[in-house]
């Protein structure tokens, strides 16, 4: 059964940082495609970061140049550093899996889309105060 365990989230200052973990079992994270999203009160929830179909990253716009997403395969686990975080980064983090798909390429950019992934974790809230 997979399962999917995230953590680390957190108040912090404007410009602070917080790293993400999520821990995945019932399979091998190496296998599958993985990815962060987030979903702020009032809003669709969207797509931060993924690992394309070359275990590449790929981030959304927002977040390039501050997020780093990573994944450590002997611990099976998935990280999203967070640096320069900003009021507009709150938000509940999740942390997605799926086997067969994963970021869409789409006009030479790289779209991560909710419906590609199946298996999804609980959440970590992230609060950032100005």
């Known amino acids: 059964q997979v399962q999917l365990v995230e953590s680390g989230g957190g108040s912090v200052q404007s410009g602070g940082s917080l790293r993400l973990a999520c821990v995945a079992s019932g399979y091998t994270i190496s296998d599958y495609y993985m990815a962060w999203f987030r979903q702020a009160p009032g809003k669709e929830r969207e797509g931060v970061a993924a690992m394309d179909s070359d275990g590449s990253p790929c981030y959304a716009d927002s977040v390039k140049g501050r997020f780093t997403i990573s994944q450590d395969n002997a611990k099976n686990t998935l990280y999203l550093q967070m640096n320069s975080l900003k009021p507009e980064d709150t938000a509940m983090y999740y942390c997605?899996?799926?086997?067969?798909?994963?970021?869409?390429?789409?006009?030479?950019?790289?779209?991560?889309?909710?419906?590609?992934?199946?298996?999804w974790g609980q959440g970590t809230q992230v609060t950032v105060s100005s």
């Open positions: 997605a899996a799926d086997p067969d798909r994963g970021p869409i390429s789409l006009g030479g950019s790289w779209h991560i889309i909710e419906e590609e992934y199946n298996y």
